[in-house]
């Protein structure tokens, strides 16, 4: 560590160009770490937040939410567990004359075991035609409580009577509502009949159901609900590439830098060797000089990455992982590490006598 840190004081120039450059590469892992988590809450955080273990749905739906449809005399067959039906819509609110923003509907009953969590109002009375719970995303687009807004083709009025946490589901904000009130919006006319719903979302326990006509019914876990996000699995692939292969890159950038310098001191090393300095120590110096320059190039992109984070604008959808960013700091101190081995084979190499001259 003397020797590692001692060379690293000497040489400043050098290392602070290996260290501004996993610097950068950090820092961009960082930012698409955070996007990435950021994209992957927009299309799966309704679905987290029900809490839930599994979901019944139909069996040809291919393990789709909006491609499965349970009737509703099914339903009334799915025995045990603590389970609560859902049905999604997906359409668009007017916030102005010409702007309308995408949203998707989950209806449920109000007294659902996966109602959502109320920061303000009320939640919607299911026995009403008009009656919605909007999550933050809208209420930060200015939409309030009390308020009537028009929803879905039909232009149906609906009152705001609550506001949720900040939820969305396929990157689109939630709004909470009965299946009575979805089927208006559907159909531009209420209903008391629901034909169907798209899912049974099992909270906990064992559900049930012997009485259905075999091969209607499946039940998968949350993960392969989420998995099965359409557009989710290719972008979070996508992305963790990108993350994965910026760990290689700094692997070859270290590597190479290394094996230069060491070419360089090829000289220094033969007198370190003459003078009875084993291949150890001076192996153990380049290990450290990789550890340094990249744990302090790490812990700065780290900082700067988090201060990032805060200044971003709100329409970027951008989450903070702490575990995540720890786990990828690791390891690009660790591959900073692994890129000073190539060096190794160098220094057992160096022949004291040549080195010097002798």
Request: glycine share 8%; net charge neutral.
């Amino acid at each position: 560590m003397f020797l590692s840190t001692r060379e690293i004081l000497h040489y400043k120039a050098r290392y602070i160009l290996i260290g501004s450059i996993i610097f950068l590469i950090a820092y961009v892992v960082f930012i698409l770490s955070g996007l990435a988590t950021g994209l992957s809450n927009e299309f799966k955080q309704g679905v987290v937040d029900w809490k839930a273990e599994k979901v019944i749905l139909s069996d040809s739906s291919n393990d789709l939410l909006n491609g499965s449809q349970i009737a509703t005399s099914d339903v009334d067959k799915i025995k045990g567990g603590e389970t609560s039906p859902i049905s999604l819509f997906t359409t668009s609110v007017d916030k102005s004359k010409d702007n309308r923003i995408n949203i998707t509907i989950f209806a449920m009953p109000d007294d659902s075991v996966i109602k959502p969590e109320l920061k303000n109002g009320q939640m919607f009375d299911e026995n009403k035609s008009d009656e919605v719970v909007i999550s933050q995303g809208l209420a930060d687009e200015g939409f309030k409580i009390g308020q009537k807004i028009k929803v879905g083709n039909h232009k149906t009025e609906l009152k705001v009577v609550g506001i949720s946490k900040a939820s969305d589901y396929s990157a689109t904000p939630l709004v909470y509502t009965s299946f009575k009130t979805l089927t208006s919006v559907q159909n531009g006319t209420s209903s008391e009949q629901i034909p169907f719903v798209n899912a049974v979302v099992v909270k906990s326990g064992e559900a049930t159901y012997k009485d259905v006509k075999a091969g209607q019914l499946k039940t998968i876990s949350i993960n392969e609900l989420i998995d099965n996000i359409p557009g989710y699995t290719a972008q979070q692939t996508t992305l963790d590439a990108m993350i994965y292969f910026m760990f290689l890159i700094v692997l070859m950038i270290v590597g190479v830098f290394m094996y230069v310098i060491t070419l360089q001191k090829v000289p220094i090393f033969g007198i370190m060797k003459a003078q009875g300095i084993s291949n150890f120590v001076i192996v153990k110096s380049l290990l450290w000089q990789g550890f340094w320059v990249g744990l302090v190039g790490v812990a700065l992109a780290f900082l700067a990455s988090y201060g990032t984070s805060f200044i971003l604008p709100a329409a970027m959808p951008f989450g903070l992982s702490i575990p995540t960013w720890i786990l990828y700091s690791a390891i690009l101190v660790v591959v900073s590490v692994l890129g000073s081995v190539f060096s190794i084979f160098t220094v057992r190499k160096v022949d004291p006598t040549k080195a010097i001259g002798a």
